[in-house]
């Protein structure tokens, strides 16, 4: 009787392997102003609209519906800030309808950009994302006058900048994750001329960064490093630890270009998924987009800046976010032969 009973269960689930719909590519957005069709648009909205991505798929556990299409294309919307995202993409892993196992994974947003490495529009694959809330931080009035910054690694002393100011500190796994080289590589060559517009409300914005050419330069397509947070940071003490964090905790190989709210969140998930063979860890690409940029314009101070609205409402950062990334969507799904089970490099 036993045995029949494990037989009975490895026949159920068998069929149940089998029933399960085959994910060529997982679109991961983060948010939505409004519905996901027809109003103002987030991140998910052109993504809906444009593949399209018709069929949609009630999803209880997370924020939002899920949405597919006939060629394998799964979009999620996760909803805003790291304990949102960590949650929507572990209940997507898990979700029995769906065979993740050789899902490539395309995060797209916008960011807050780095007017030293890119202008508002820009889009940026990320070799390395980092977490930027594990940490101490001392509030601004009480940081020593001999500190940049109040910004400490856990278990560290002082600020750091290299792994040797960190002796005695400590760290968890989930701080920094690295990509897949040759997988962002090959995303960037394939997306690295195309065009990107922005509106003229952008230019004139962007025109008062005159201590950056990069921020004034029309929007490109680069290879920079995402920091996460929850935070809402903002300001040139913050972007100056931005920049130190992202190479400390890179072994000073990588360079921060966005800051974002949810990546980090969405990589321990998909690293966990890996543990347990629902998803390959490898096949994970990040592209986010300009937006604002991550400290004031010369002139103006930082309270002003954090929260100002964009200047185009950040429509040419969402634009740029699917038309940089949906090409990298379509090579994998119309070559899927190939990218089933080798990896583009």
């Known amino acids: ?33 409004g519905q ?3 109003d103002r648009p987030g ?48 209940a997507l892993g898990m979700d029995e309808r769906f065979d993740l196992s050789k899902a490539y994974w395309l995060i797209a947003g ?43 690694p856990l278990g560290g002393k002082r600020p750091a900048k290299t792994a040797a100011d960190m002796e005695g500190g400590w760290s968890v796994d989930t701080i920094s994750y690295k990509l897949n080289a040759g997988l962002v ?13 922005v509106d003229e409300k952008v230019v004139q914005f962007r025109g008062q960064f005159t201590d950056h050419d990069a921020a004034i330069a029309d929007p490109t397509v680069i290879i920079g490093d995402t920091l996460a947070a929850s935070t809402y940071w903002h300001g040139h003490y913050f972007n100056e630890w931005a920049n130190d964090w992202v190479k400390l905790h890179s072994e000073q190989q990588g ?22 063979g629902r998803v390959d860890a490898s096949r994970v690409l990040v592209l986010r ?38 090409p990298v969507v379509g090579a994998l799904v119309s070559d899927w032969d190939r990218y089933r089970d080798q990896l583009p490099k």
């Not at 294309?73 to 572990?90: F, K, Q, R, Y």
């Not at 990320?126 to 009035?141: C, H, K, P, S, T």
């Not at 360079?255 to 347990?276: K, Y």
């Not at 429509?315 to 740029?320: G, K, Q, T």
Request: with cysteine; hydrophobic share 45%.
């Open 110 to 152: 916008i960011a807050g950009g780095d007017p030293a490495d890119m202008s508002l529009g820009s889009a940026a694959w990320a070799n390395y994302v980092i977490d930027g809330d594990l940490l101490f931080e001392i509030d601004a009035r009480e940081i020593p006058d001999d500190w940049p910054y109040g910004v400490v």
């Open 255 to 276: 360079n921060f270009a966005t800051t974002n709210m949810e990546d980090s969140g969405t990589l321990t998930a998909l690293h966990r998924l890996a543990r347990i």
């Open 36 to 38: 996901v069709e027809g």
């Open 185 to 197: 590589n090959w995303a960037y060559e394939l997306t690295r001329g195309i065009s990107l517009a």
């Open 289 to 326: 987009t300009a937006s604002n940029f991550s400290v004031p314009p010369p002139g103006k101070p930082a309270t002003w800046s954090a929260t100002a609205e964009y200047p185009d409402r950040g429509l040419s950062a969402l634009e740029s976010a699917y038309l940089v990334g949906s």
């Open 43 to 90: 991140e998910f909205q052109f993504w809906v609209e444009r593949l399209p991505l018709n069929r949609v798929m009630a999803f209880p556990a997370g924020e939002y519906e899920l949405r597919l299409n006939a060629d394998g294309v799964l979009g999620i919307c996760t909803g805003g800030g790291i304990p949102n995202a960590t949650a929507s993409i572990m």
């Open 1 to 33: 009787m036993f045995r029949l009973s494990c037989l009975l269960l490895m026949v159920l689930s068998v069929e149940c392997l089998a029933d399960r719909i085959p994910i060529k590519v997982v679109v991961v957005s983060m948010f939505e102003h």
